[in-house]
């Protein structure tokens, strides 16, 4: 008898990541991180991603001495550090099994190198697991969700110094012991593959700090650094949790050629091989080796230790997690329309509508995803992000009538059963912000995910009130039918 619908046990859930919903960036003791770098800014158009994201000594310098939290929306969040029951309470009567958080690395060690964890910031997390716990949700814990504590930024340049992975494994031991009752799942580094778009939130890289010339080489050494330093926590999670399962996660950029030219094609494959090579990393333990030829070709000199290549080779990954909003398409050719979505510039696809901000929608995309990971790396995966960015209309009734977002996820979530009808073995979803918050790549609020509003516009008016959208009421009906009503 073939297999249908969703696995019994699916976790069906939700995604947020601390900095995007925390707020209180300076109470009990949290260190500025790099997150609370981040600039609003009115009108921001595709072409300004670069721009936005582009930082500089000067401006930290600045920055981190400037009060005036009204410009940096996410040191004000959406007050999850003290509604989180609230949101938790909402997130149980959608019927969430799971939901992923990542751990403010700066609320644990707020400049990065104490000789002691903050009591405080550990405390604030027991008491958010307890609480998952007690409504039966299951965590999904992110250790670096674009929060590396600054002065690791300014003293290392971020991850490019390798003592910064002393520092990492440290904090990630000190949670390890602190929650091994209440935490199963981990994952390392939040899309770890962004390091190449936008280096400063990944890795805390300062661009005017990389000696000229050398830049894709300083990226690449941080990288490698971020790689073993996963491997090794990966190695302390399974010694000091039992049972624990530890992932890692990917931007799924799953790209088209153009059109049948096989220069499309070859440039489109070797975009995607790129696009993998962080997670074979991770899951097969060494690195690709057209990875090898091309830092050869560029005279790209990575420093390893000598056992940097055993480590990464012990130590791999239980399970694959990444995220997924859109595909992108490539040409040989030039002069073709292009758009952005996700920090990353593509051809624009003539069969995919895309959201008001350029990112192209694609199910069936998604399905090609999931079958190929599968197929690549034979570990159960997880879908950790995917969702659509919008902006809402309060009625007024209060009501939000946001039908395109539950299109968006009916269509998606149509392809993901097909997909696991065809063997994929894909154990959870969870939605990106399940609740509104900040948006990572444009820190606005008004680009909404959510199936719950937050009352709070782009230079932190509101109420911060939480609303049902008509979306909450038909996930929690999804989660109740396990799939198969949508
Ligand atoms: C991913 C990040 C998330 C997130 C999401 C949506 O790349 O992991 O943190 O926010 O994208 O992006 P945005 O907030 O820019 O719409």
Same mark, same amino acid.
């Given at each position: 008898?073939t297999?249908?619908?969703?696995p019994?046990n699916f ?27 981040a ?6 158009s595709l072409d ?7 930082i500089?000594?000067d ?8 009060k005036?939290?009204k ?6 969040g959406?007050d #999850?550090y003290h509604r989180?029951?609230e ?6 009567e959608?019927g969430f099994?799971?939901l ?7 609320r644990i060690?707020?400049?990065g190198e104490?000789?002691?964890?903050n009591?405080?910031?550990?405390q604030?997390?027991?008491?958010l #697991?307890?609480e998952?716990k007690?409504?039966?949700i299951?965590?999904?814990?992110t ?5 590396m504590p ?15 992975i002393?520092d990492?494994?440290?904090?990630c031991n000190v949670?390890?012991h602190?929650?091994?009752d209440?935490v199963?799942y981990?994952l390392t580094f ?5 390091i190449?778009?936008?280096s400063?939130t990944?890795?805390?890289i300062?661009p005017d700090?990389c000696p000229?010339?050398?830049e ?5 050494q941080?990288l490698?650094?971020q ?5 090794l926590?990966?190695?302390?999670c ?6 624990s399962q ?5 931007t799924k950029? /799953? ?7 096989p220069?499309d094609?070859?440039i /489109? ?5 790129h696009?993998?090579?962080y997670a074979d990393v991770q899951?097969f333990?060494?690195?690709p080796?057209m990875i090898?030829?091309?830092?050869e070709r ?8 000598p056992?940097d290549?055993?480590i990464?080779?012990?130590? /791999? ?6 995220s997924?909003?859109?595909s992108?398409?490539?040409?040989a050719?030039?002069g073709?329309e292009?758009t ?5 510039m593509g051809?624009?696809?003539p069969?995919?509508?895309?959201t ?6 694609d199910?069936v995309?998604l399905?090609i995803?999931l079958?190929e ?6 570990k159960?995966l997880?879908i950790?992000?995917?969702?659509m960015?919008?902006?809402?209309k ?10 395109y977002r539950?299109n968006?996820?009916r269509e ?11 063997g994929v073995d894909?154990f959870g979803y969870?939605s ?9 790549? /444009?820190s606005?609020?008004?680009?909404r995910?959510? #199936?719950?509003?937050v009352?709070?516009d782009?230079e932190g008016n509101?109420?911060?009130?939480r ?16 799939g198969e009503?949508?």
């Amino acid at each position: 008898m073939t297999k249908k619908g969703f696995p019994k046990n699916f976790l069906w859930g939700g995604a947020l990541a601390a900095n995007q919903v925390e707020g209180a960036w300076n109470i009990d003791g949290k260190g500025l991180s790099v997150a609370d770098m981040a600039t609003y800014r009115s009108n921001l158009s595709l072409d300004d991603y670069e721009g936005h994201m582009a930082i500089s000594s000067d401006f930290i310098e600045k920055a981190r001495k400037d009060k005036d939290d009204k410009v940096y929306p996410k040191r004000r969040g959406i007050d #999850f550090y003290h509604r989180y029951k609230e949101d938790l309470a909402l997130f149980a009567e959608m019927g969430f099994k799971v939901l992923r958080i990542s751990i403010a690395w700066s609320r644990i060690f707020p400049t990065g190198e104490e000789l002691e964890p903050n009591e405080k910031g550990l405390q604030f997390y027991e008491n958010l #697991f307890t609480e998952m716990k007690r409504l039966g949700i299951e965590p999904i814990v992110t250790l670096s969700h674009y929060e590396m504590p600054l002065e690791l930024s300014l003293k290392y340049n971020g991850w490019v110094e390798r003592k910064v992975i002393d520092d990492f494994v440290l904090f990630c031991n000190v949670c390890f012991h602190r929650y091994k009752d209440l935490v199963k799942y981990w994952l390392t580094f939040n899309e770890i593959d962004s390091i190449n778009r936008h280096s400063f939130t990944t890795a805390g890289i300062i661009p005017d700090r990389c000696p000229e010339g050398k830049e894709d080489e300083t990226i690449y050494q941080a990288l490698h650094h971020q790689f073993v330093a996963s491997a090794l926590v990966t190695a302390n999670c399974h010694r000091i949790i039992e049972g624990s399962q530890v992932g890692c996660m990917l931007t799924k950029l /799953t790209t088209y050629p153009y059109t049948c030219n096989p220069n499309d094609v070859e440039i /489109t494959l070797k975009k995607n091989l790129h696009n993998y090579f962080y997670a074979d990393v991770q899951v097969f333990g060494e690195y690709p080796v057209m990875i090898e030829r091309m830092f050869e070709r560029n005279n790209i000199q990575i420093k390893m230790e000598p056992n940097d290549r055993e480590i990464l080779r012990n130590h /791999t990954v239980d399970f694959v997690s990444f995220s997924y909003y859109m595909s992108l398409t490539e040409s040989a050719e030039d002069g073709l329309e292009k758009t952005a979505g996700n920090t990353i510039m593509g051809v624009k696809n003539p069969h995919l509508p895309s959201t008001e901000w350029g990112w192209q929608i694609d199910p069936v995309g998604l399905k090609i995803s999931l079958i190929e990971l599968y197929d690549r790396y034979k570990k159960p995966l997880i879908i950790v992000e995917n969702g659509m960015g919008a902006v809402d209309k309060v009625e007024e009734d209060g009501s939000i009538h946001d039908d395109y977002r539950i299109n968006y996820f009916r269509e998606h979530f149509k392809q993901m059963k097909e997909a696991v009808e065809d063997g994929v073995d894909l154990f959870g979803y969870t939605s990106w912000g399940p609740i509104d918050l900040i948006s990572a790549g /444009t820190s606005q609020m008004s680009k909404r995910y959510g #199936f719950i509003y937050v009352d709070q516009d782009d230079e932190g008016n509101g109420t911060l009130n939480r609303r049902r959208k008509d979306s909450f009421y038909w996930y929690k009906k999804v989660i109740e039918s396990n799939g198969e009503d949508l």
